[in-house]
């Protein structure tokens, strides 16, 4: 079986992520051929050169679109003969149809990647591509229902978690010096500072725990400008709230914290909540797009009210009153992740996909 995967590039995100731990399982499997093409040369998972696996470039020289991909990445597949093309975004989805259609490869799609509670103009795109689709592959229901994706040939794999990615991680002392963290409690969010993720509504809660207690620290972890935030915070609240920017090592960051969250304006399945679950630490996340998924509200964490800096106030100060309960919310996400979330069942899953198309055309 030879497998093309079509992807922009490998920065740091959740579905990057997920696709390299995908090449890394399939690239143990005998008689297996991999080719990954990328538009960009942006690759921040570096392990990906260690992987039997041909990286091709057809690099887009326009910001947006650029219809010489189309004739690019047709001529790679002529060359390549892959017996399927897997396509992981939007454009690559759309670029991908002339050499699927001619070349009469099947093509698996897993541009679904979120749950937005409003769709925006790039809706077009998925619905351009999904009559040539022979799977259309989301990370939650969530997704396949806000983008009314043709059930018929469609199906719900989730995230894969690594637990090898979170064993051996530094000690907790050594990384709370290293940021210079030394209250009692932490509670963190990871996630990038851009129009999809709600920090105006975790600092607010932030400052409404400070007011009440000032054991806490609060750490915010990602790339994007972070400047419009923090002029939200009064001066005496910034020694206890901290802008650690983007990190490579956000597993041992996270495993200081006493408490995740994620409050966002539509997830499919986030990776920053699976990666805090697999480290037994109890969630508080915004209930929309598929985190009511991975969350047992009342059990491994909160479902919060969107925007309600209110709710996820409460919710951190009764876990912080409670730490015991606090443990056991963490100890049953673990559970979770470990039940629906491995990483064997999503490449177990993915490999159950690619031997039923390629059955179809057979037949």
Same mark, same amino acid.
């Given at each position: 079986?030879?497998? @093309?995967?079509?992807?922009?590039?490998?920065?740091?995100?959740?579905?990057?992520?997920?696709?390299?731990?995908?090449?890394?399982?399939?690239?143990?499997?005998?008689?297996?051929?991999?080719?990954?093409?990328?538009?960009?040369?942006?690759?921040?998972?570096?392990?990906? !050169?260690?992987?039997?696996?041909?990286? !091709?470039?057809?690099? $887009?020289?326009?910001?947006?679109?650029?219809?010489?991909?189309?004739?690019?990445?047709?001529?790679?597949?002529?060359?390549?003969?892959?017996?399927?093309? !897997?396509?992981?975004?939007?454009?690559?989805?759309?670029?991908?149809?002339?050499?699927?259609?001619?070349? $009469?490869?099947?093509?698996?799609? +897993? /541009?679904?990647?979120?749950?937005?509670?409003?769709?925006?103009?790039? =809706?077009?795109? !998925?619905?351009?591509?999904?009559?040539?689709?022979?799977?259309?592959?989301?990370?939650?229901?969530?997704?396949?229902?806000?983008? %009314?994706?043709?059930?018929?040939?469609?199906?719900?794999?989730?995230?894969?978690?690594?637990?090898?990615?979170?064993?051996?991680?530094?000690?907790?002392?050594?990384?709370?010096?290293?940021?210079?963290?030394?209250?009692?409690?932490?509670?963190?969010?990871?996630?990038? =500072?851009?129009?999809?993720?709600?920090?105006?509504?975790?600092?607010?809660?932030?400052?409404?725990?400070?007011?009440? $207690?000032?054991?806490?620290?609060?750490?915010?972890?990602? +790339?994007?400008?972070? +400047?419009?935030?923090?002029?939200?915070?009064?001066?005496?609240?910034?020694?206890?709230?901290?802008?650690?920017?983007? /990190?490579?090592?956000?597993?041992?960051?996270?495993?200081?914290?006493?408490?995740?969250?994620?409050?966002?304006?539509?997830?499919?399945?986030?990776?920053?909540?699976?990666?805090?679950?697999?480290?037994?630490?109890?969630?508080?996340?915004?209930?929309?797009?598929?985190?009511?998924?991975?969350?047992?509200?009342?059990?491994?964490?909160? @479902?919060?009210?969107?925007?309600?800096?209110?709710?996820?106030?409460?919710?951190?100060?009764?876990?912080?009153?409670?730490?015991?309960?606090?443990?056991?919310?963490?100890?049953?996400?673990?559970?979770?992740? /470990? %039940?629906?979330?491995?990483?064997? %069942?999503?490449?177990?899953?993915?490999?159950?996909?690619?031997?039923?198309?390629?059955?179809?055309?057979?037949?």
């Amino acid at each position: 079986m030879r497998i @093309l995967f079509f992807i922009e590039n490998l920065r740091s995100g959740g579905k990057e992520r997920r696709l390299v731990e995908l090449l890394k399982r399939l690239s143990t499997i005998e008689n297996m051929t991999l080719d990954l093409v990328l538009t960009k040369r942006e690759i921040h998972y570096k392990e990906i !050169h260690e992987l039997p696996v041909t990286i !091709h470039y057809v690099e $887009r020289k326009y910001l947006k679109k650029d219809p010489r991909i189309f004739f690019l990445f047709f001529k790679l597949v002529k060359q390549i003969k892959p017996d399927l093309i !897997h396509v992981w975004g939007n454009m690559v989805a759309v670029y991908a149809i002339p050499a699927k259609v001619l070349f $009469r490869i099947p093509m698996i799609n +897993s /541009q679904i990647t979120n749950a937005p509670q409003e769709l925006s103009k790039g =809706f077009f795109n !998925h619905r351009l591509t999904f009559p040539f689709s022979d799977k259309i592959v989301a990370n939650s229901y969530a997704g396949l229902n806000i983008y %009314q994706a043709p059930l018929h040939k469609s199906q719900v794999i989730y995230n894969g978690f690594n637990f090898e990615r979170v064993r051996n991680l530094p000690n907790s002392d050594l990384v709370r010096k290293r940021f210079s963290i030394y209250g009692k409690y932490v509670i963190g969010m990871i996630a990038t =500072f851009s129009d999809k993720k709600d920090y105006n509504t975790f600092i607010k809660a932030a400052i409404e725990v400070l007011i009440q $207690r000032k054991d806490v620290t609060f750490i915010c972890v990602g +790339s994007g400008d972070d +400047s419009v935030i923090r002029a939200m915070i009064p001066t005496e609240f910034l020694p206890n709230i901290r802008f650690l920017g983007k /990190q490579d090592d956000v597993e041992s960051i996270m495993s200081i914290c006493d408490i995740g969250v994620l409050c966002t304006y539509g997830e499919g399945i986030s990776n920053a909540l699976l990666e805090f679950a697999s480290l037994g630490k109890p969630i508080l996340a915004s209930n929309n797009g598929g985190t009511p998924e991975l969350i047992e509200d009342g059990k491994s964490g909160y @479902l919060l009210k969107p925007f309600s800096s209110d709710d996820l106030t409460s919710r951190e100060m009764e876990l912080l009153n409670d730490c015991d309960f606090a443990k056991e919310m963490g100890a049953r996400g673990k559970e979770i992740v /470990q %039940q629906k979330f491995g990483i064997d %069942q999503m490449t177990t899953n993915f490999l159950q996909v690619y031997k039923e198309c390629l059955k179809k055309i057979v037949e």
